[in-house]
C-alpha cells in the first residue's frame, strides 16, 4: 500500500469517524455550579409523583385548582389553545362586592356595587371595542390554523427529498464504509499506538466517553488499563463488534447522547477524528456540550488530521468525503478555549515516513531542506487537550 493511502486515515477514528459525523490547569476544588433548571424539573416531578398517588388531599387539589383572575394555580397542557383562548377572553371576572365588617358591612357593600357601576359605565366603550378586536384575532388565528397555501404540502416534500438527495451526494453516504476502511483505515497496530498516545489523560477515571468508537480500539485499551470506558458509534456494525468483545458501545449520534447526559458525569471524553466532520459553528455546541457533562480537572482529547502539513491539508484530508474543513491547530485551540477550557494545548504526532533526503546538505540549503520537510510532510495529525477547571 503506497505510504500517502497508509496516512490517509492512519487512526481508525479518520473512518470511524465519519459514521460519526452527525454523531463528533490543575485540579480545583471549586464547586460545581448549580444546575438551576434541573433542580426546579426534579421538584415538579416530585410533585407531580405526589399528586398522582394522593399524598396531598382533596383541599390541596381544590385550592391548586380554584379559579384566579389568571387562571387555575396549575394547568395541563391544552390541547387547542386557539379554542381555549376564546373561551378565556369570553370569560368574565368575578369579583365578591360584599363586606363581612359586621354593622360596616352593609354600607361598603353598597359603596363598593355603586362604585363598579359607575366604573363600568365609564369604561364600556373601550371594553366593547377590545372584545371586537379580541374576537377578530381569534377568528384570524383560526383561519391561519386551517387554511395554507395551496400546494404547500407538496413543496414541503420536494424539499426535504432534495435535502436527503444532497446530503447523500456531498457525503456519499451510500457507499461502503467498511470498505473504504478496509482500504484507508490503517493497521489495527498503527491505531493502537497513537491511542496509547492519549489514554495517560484518563487513568484512574471509571467513565471516559469514547466519541466515535468505530472498532473499539480505544475502549479495549481502556480496559486493559483499568479505566472505565464506554462508545458511541453511529456504525451499528462497529458498535455490535465492540459489543461481542464484552465492550460497552451504543449505536448512537454522538451530540445526541451528550445532551442527553447529566452535567458533571463524565471523567473523561476522547474523540478521535470527530471534529473534522462538522461545521465550526456545530463543534462549539459540540464542545460546549463536552464542558458541561465533564466533572471539574477532567479532560477532553480530541484529535484530527493537521492541515498545517501541505501533504495533508492539500491532498489526504480530503480523501474522506465526509470531511466538512480541515481544522488549523491555532484554530481548534481557539475553540477549546473560548469553550470555558482551561489550560488547552495542542500535541503533534504521527510523523510522515517520506521526506526530503538532508544528507550532504549545510547551511541555507540544509535549513530550507528542514523547511520543505516540515511543512511538506510534517506530523498527519494532531490532539488539542483541555481540562475544565
Same mark, same amino acid.
Given at each position: !500500500?503506497p505510504?500517502d493511502?497508509?496516512?490517509?486515515? #492512519?487512526?481508525?477514528?479518520?473512518?470511524?469517524?465519519?459514521?460519526?459525523?452527525?454523531?463528533l @490547569?490543575h485540579?480545583?476544588?471549586?464547586?460545581?455550579?448549580? +444546575?438551576?433548571?434541573?433542580? !426546579?424539573?426534579?421538584?415538579?416531578?416530585?410533585?407531580?409523583?405526589?399528586?398522582?398517588?394522593?399524598?396531598?388531599?382533596? *383541599?390541596?387539589?381544590?385550592?391548586l385548582?380554584? %379559579?384566579?383572575?389568571?387562571? %387555575?394555580?396549575?394547568?395541563?397542557?391544552?390541547?387547542? %389553545?386557539?379554542?381555549a383562548?376564546?373561551?378565556?377572553?369570553?370569560t368574565?371576572a368575578?369579583y +365578591?362586592?360584599r363586606?363581612? @365588617?359586621?354593622?360596616?358591612?352593609g354600607?361598603?357593600t353598597?359603596?363598593?356595587?355603586?362604585a363598579?357601576?359607575?366604573?363600568?359605565?365609564y369604561?364600556?366603550?373601550f371594553?366593547?371595542?377590545?372584545?371586537? !378586536?379580541?374576537?377578530?384575532? &381569534?377568528?384570524?388565528?383560526?383561519?391561519? #390554523?386551517?387554511?395554507?397555501?395551496?400546494g404547500?404540502?407538496?413543496?414541503?416534500a420536494? /424539499?426535504?427529498?432534495?435535502?436527503?438527495?444532497?446530503?447523500?451526494?456531498?457525503?456519499?453516504?451510500?457507499m461502503?464504509?467498511? $470498505?473504504?476502511?478496509?482500504?484507508?483505515?490503517?493497521l *489495527?497496530?498503527? &491505531?493502537?499506538?497513537?491511542?496509547e498516545?492519549?489514554?495517560?489523560?484518563?487513568?484512574?477515571?471509571?467513565?471516559?466517553?469514547?466519541?466515535g468508537?468505530?472498532?473499539?480500539?480505544?475502549?479495549?485499551?481502556?480496559?486493559?488499563?483499568?479505566?472505565g470506558?464506554?462508545?458511541?458509534?453511529?456504525?451499528?456494525?462497529?458498535?455490535?463488534?465492540?459489543?461481542?468483545e464484552g465492550?460497552?458501545?451504543?449505536?448512537?449520534?454522538?451530540?445526541q447522547?451528550?445532551?442527553?447526559?447529566?452535567?458533571d458525569s /463524565?471523567d473523561?471524553i476522547?474523540?478521535?477524528?470527530?471534529?473534522?466532520h462538522?461545521? %465550526?459553528?456545530?463543534?462549539?455546541?459540540?464542545?460546549?456540550?463536552?464542558?458541561?457533562v465533564?466533572?471539574?480537572?477532567?479532560?477532553?482529547?480530541?484529535?484530527?488530521p493537521?492541515?498545517?502539513?501541505?501533504?495533508?491539508?492539500?491532498?489526504?484530508?480530503?480523501?474522506?468525503p465526509t470531511?466538512?474543513?480541515?481544522?488549523?491547530?491555532?484554530?481548534?485551540?481557539?475553540?477549546?478555549?473560548?469553550?470555558?477550557?482551561?489550560?488547552?494545548? $495542542?500535541d503533534?504526532?504521527?510523523?510522515?515516513?517520506?521526506?526530503?533526503?538532508?544528507?550532504?546538505l549545510?547551511?541555507?540549503?540544509? *535549513?530550507?531542506?528542514? $523547511?520543505?520537510? #516540515?511543512?511538506?510532510?510534517?506530523?498527519? #495529525?494532531?490532539?488539542?487537550?483541555?481540562?475544565?477547571?
Open positions: !500500500m505510504s493511502q497508509a496516512g490517509a486515515a #492512519d487512526d481508525e477514528h479518520s473512518i470511524d469517524g465519519a459514521h460519526a459525523r452527525n454523531t @490547569r485540579v480545583t476544588t471549586t464547586p460545581a455550579p448549580i +444546575d438551576v433548571d434541573a433542580i !426546579m424539573a426534579e421538584v415538579r416531578e416530585r410533585v407531580r409523583q405526589k399528586r398522582a398517588r394522593g399524598i396531598y388531599g382533596p *383541599e390541596v387539589e381544590a385550592a385548582h380554584a %379559579p384566579l383572575p389568571g387562571g %387555575p394555580l396549575l394547568s395541563d397542557e391544552l390541547d387547542d %389553545p386557539l379554542t383562548l376564546s373561551e378565556a377572553l369570553e368574565e368575578a +365578591d362586592v363586606s363581612r @365588617r359586621g354593622p360596616l358591612g354600607p361598603i353598597f359603596a363598593r356595587k355603586v363598579i357601576w359607575l366604573i363600568r359605565w369604561v364600556q366603550a371594553v366593547s371595542r377590545q372584545e371586537h !378586536m379580541n374576537a377578530l384575532i &381569534v377568528r384570524k388565528l383560526a383561519d391561519l #390554523d386551517t387554511q395554507l397555501p395551496q404547500i404540502g407538496d413543496r414541503l420536494a /424539499l426535504e427529498r432534495a435535502e436527503r438527495a444532497r446530503t447523500v451526494h456531498e457525503t456519499a453516504s451510500h461502503d464504509y467498511g $470498505l473504504f476502511a478496509e482500504r484507508f483505515g490503517g *489495527e497496530s498503527q &491505531v493502537r499506538a497513537q491511542a498516545r492519549h489514554v495517560r489523560y484518563f487513568e484512574g477515571c471509571s467513565r471516559v466517553l469514547d466519541l468508537s468505530g472498532r473499539g480500539t480505544f475502549l479495549r485499551l481502556a480496559r486493559e488499563r483499568g479505566i470506558a464506554y462508545g458511541v458509534d453511529l456504525a451499528r456494525s462497529l458498535v455490535d463488534r465492540s459489543v461481542a465492550l460497552e458501545a451504543y449505536t448512537i449520534d454522538a451530540e447522547h451528550l445532551r442527553s447526559l447529566p452535567a /463524565l473523561g476522547f474523540a478521535v477524528h470527530i471534529a473534522e462538522v461545521e %465550526p459553528g456545530h463543534l462549539l455546541e459540540l464542545l460546549h456540550e463536552c464542558k458541561r465533564l466533572r471539574s480537572g477532567r479532560s477532553l482529547v480530541m484529535a484530527t493537521n492541515p498545517r502539513t501541505l501533504t495533508v491539508g492539500a491532498h489526504l484530508f480530503w480523501l474522506d470531511h466538512r474543513k480541515p481544522l488549523p491547530p491555532d484554530a481548534f485551540q481557539f475553540y477549546l478555549q473560548i469553550s470555558g477550557f482551561e489550560p488547552v494545548t $495542542l503533534f504526532y504521527n510523523p510522515s515516513e517520506q521526506r526530503l533526503s538532508d544528507d550532504g549545510t547551511g541555507a540549503a540544509l *535549513e530550507n531542506a528542514r $523547511l520543505l520537510n #516540515d511543512t511538506l510532510f510534517g506530523d498527519r #495529525d494532531y490532539a488539542v487537550i483541555g481540562r475544565k477547571p
